[in-house]
């Protein structure tokens, strides 16, 4: 049986690493620091549910899978950057963006749930995000229309999250016929769409299927220059495709 691997990010708008490490410590957790990113902790061993440690709790820290993280890095987020984050509720990239900034950027974040955003609204303020960082908009990101132009742009795409799977083996059962069909076109339409207003975009998501990845980026291939990111690889592409050199 696989054991899930738990992570924690530290929330550096509310403790350091450091306080962070000591007070897991004295609740008996055991981490590792990741070697890439000061920021992110692996929970070795733990003598509670990671939702119930103190630091949590206080949003000190918060449950954040690297790999999520690492997309974030992939962006460069940096100080005085505008970001549009096409697909941003519920926030948890988004408040990695904030933090890496240390809350000197504006991000103008997307989403086509008014619930999901009002989740969002409220994670933020408990994280301790800046809130004159952040603009809210509640729209499609397949038809956004904007007047502005970004310095970057993440596109973090809704999926069938066929790479959770491992973590959550139920997800097997929503994967009905059409759903990776539907997640493909509604992909590449938000990606087109999103290219449109960003000079530099990066695209992630939850999935294993090519449909929902190296397809949706062949896709626009001849449309855009593209790059690998510079970040550390956390899986593999399928090399018959193309674009398998560029993605991580």
């Not at 306080?19 to 609740?27: H, M, N, P, T």
């Not at 690998?228 to 193309?242: L, M, S, T």
Request: proline share 5%; glycine share 4%.
């Amino acid at each position: 049986m696989r054991v899930r691997v738990w992570w924690l990010r530290v929330n550096t708008f509310k403790a350091s690493v450091e306080s962070v490490i000591r007070a897991l410590e004295d609740e008996g957790v055991v981490v590792d620091v990741d070697r890439s990113y000061y920021y992110m902790l692996k929970i070795v061993e733990t003598p509670k549910p990671v939702r119930l440690l103190k630091v949590v709790r206080e949003f000190k820290a918060i449950p954040h899978d690297l790999a999520s993280a690492v997309v974030v890095e992939a962006l460069k987020p940096e100080p005085g950057d505008r970001v549009l984050d096409a697909c941003a509720a519920p926030g948890i990239k988004t408040s990695l963006i904030a933090m890496l900034t240390e809350g000197r950027v504006k991000i103008k974040a997307v989403d086509i749930s008014g619930r999901r955003m009002t989740i969002m609204k409220k994670l933020m303020r408990k994280l301790g995000v800046p809130e004159e960082s952040i603009d809210y908009t509640i729209a499609d990101s397949r038809r956004l229309k904007l007047e502005e132009r970004y310095d970057k742009a993440l596109v973090d795409a809704p999926c069938s999250n066929t790479g959770a799977i491992a973590k959550d083996p139920a997800l097997r059962v929503t994967l009905t016929p059409g759903k990776i069909e539907y997640y493909s076109k509604l992909q590449k339409e938000i990606l087109a769409n999103t290219l449109k207003y960003a000079d530099k975009v990066t695209y992630a998501t939850c999935s294993i299927m090519p449909e929902e990845g190296e397809e949706v980026v062949e896709s626009l291939s001849d449309k855009v220059k593209l790059e690998k990111p510079q970040v550390r690889i956390c899986g593999e592409a399928y090399k018959n495709y193309k674009t398998a050199h560029y993605a991580y």
